[in-house]
Nanobody, 116 residues
Framework: EVQLVESGGGLVQPGGSLRLSCAAS????????MSWVRQAPGKGLEWVSG????????NYADSVKGRFTISRGNAKNTVYLQMNSLQPEDTAVYYC?????????WGQGTQVTVSS
């Protein structure tokens, strides 16, 4: 059974940091590109960041560039999102996604709330 389980979300003050984790199982993690996607209240899905299967290539949305860092540990079947300088507009449910054509897997999401 394929599983992607996100963790690390929570309530943080503006300017704070959080580290999200996504633990994968049930598929060959090291062969899949991974990404983080978020959905703010009342809005659609927004792609945040992606990383190649080997970890050598990363990409970021302009809205998070310079503040967020994606990484992966293929030995641990886990992808991470380090989020610094968080702002209220970063409030959203964060989902991890695994992709290798034609397969697409999603986690259940973790809530991140940035508020004073």
């Amino acid at each position: 059974e394929v599983q992607l389980v996100e963790s690390g979300g929570g309530l943080v003050q503006p300017g704070g940091s959080l580290r999200l984790s996504c633990a994968a199982s049930g598929f060959t993690f090291r062969t899949y590109a991974m990404s983080w996607v978020r959905q703010a209240p009342g809005k659609g899905l927004e792609w945040v960041s992606g990383i190649s299967s080997g970890g050598g290539s990363t990409n970021y949305a302009d809205s998070v560039k310079g503040r967020f860092t994606i990484s992966r540990g293929n030995a641990k079947n886990t992808v991470y999102l380090q989020m610094n300088s968080l702002q209220p507009e970063d409030t959203a449910v964060y989902y991890c996604n695994a992709y290798r054509w034609p397969s697409h897997y999603w986690g259940q999401g973790t809530q991140v709330t940035v508020s004073s």
